[in-house]
Structures are given as structure tokens and as C-alpha cells.
Nanobody, 123 residues
């Protein structure tokens, strides 16, 4: 059974950094695209970043380019989202999601989701 578990969220000051983890079980990263989404209160869930081994490239939303980096550890079957220069507007629940082969930043393209981890950027 495919399962995703996020961790690493927390409270951080503006300008700070956090690293989120998405541990996958029941499948391997080789054949799946893993994306990070976020949802702030009262807002739609939006795609942040995506990686797919089949494509050999990464995707980022314009709002996080140059600040966030997605990476993966195949040995641990885990995908990370390293976040730097955090802003209050990055405050949201962050989710990871999986789909077969190809990346997308559209939430309707993903059927498997983790439970989410809260990131709060505040002084």
C-alpha cells in the first residue's frame, strides 16, 4: 500500500530555513513523481515543487524559485523540500503527493497524499 508521511514542519522566523521530509513506503521513487503542495487557511492548495526520476528535472512554482530546493534520497526512499529565506506568506500546511512517472503542479493530477505538516513563518 502506497503511503506518504511528511515531517519537519514547525515555527520559524522570517528569513529562516526548514527542511521538510516525505517518507514513502509501498513503492519506490524510481517510477513515481513526488510533488510538494501547500495550503494556507482560506486558500486553494497550490503546487510548490515536483521531482520525477523519469524526467530528470525539477519544477518549482514562481513564488518559491531560488528559495526552495527539492531533492531525494533513494536509499531512504525519501523526498526533501529545503526551504530558505522563508516569508510569512509561506505559512501553510505542506503536503507531499505521488503520481506515476511525470510531474505536475496541479493537485487534481495526484491521488496519493500524505497527512501534511504545518509550517508557520512568524516573528
Amino acid at each position: 500500500q502506497l503511503q506518504l508521511v511528511e515531517s519537519g514542519g514547525g515555527l520559524v522566523q522570517p528569513g529562516g530555513s526548514l527542511r521538510l521530509s516525505c517518507a514513502a513506503s509501498g513503492f519506490t521513487l524510481d517510477y513515481y513523481a513526488i510533488a510538494w503542495f501547500r495550503q494556507a487557511p482560506g486558500k486553494e492548495r497550490e503546487g510548490v515543487s515536483c521531482f520525477a526520476n523519469s524526467e530528470g528535472r525539477t519544477y518549482y512554482a514562481d513564488s518559491v524559485k531560488g528559495r526552495f530546493t527539492i531533492s531525494r534520497d533513494y536509499a531512504k526512499n525519501t523526498v526533501y523540500l529545503q526551504m530558505h529565506s522563508l516569508k510569512p506568506e509561506d505559512t501553510a500546511v505542506y503536503y507531499c503527493a505521488a503520481r506515476g512517472y511525470y510531474c505536475s503542479l496541479s493537485k487534481t493530477d495526484f491521488g496519493s497524499w500524505g497527512q501534511g505538516t504545518q509550517v508557520t513563518v512568524s516573528s
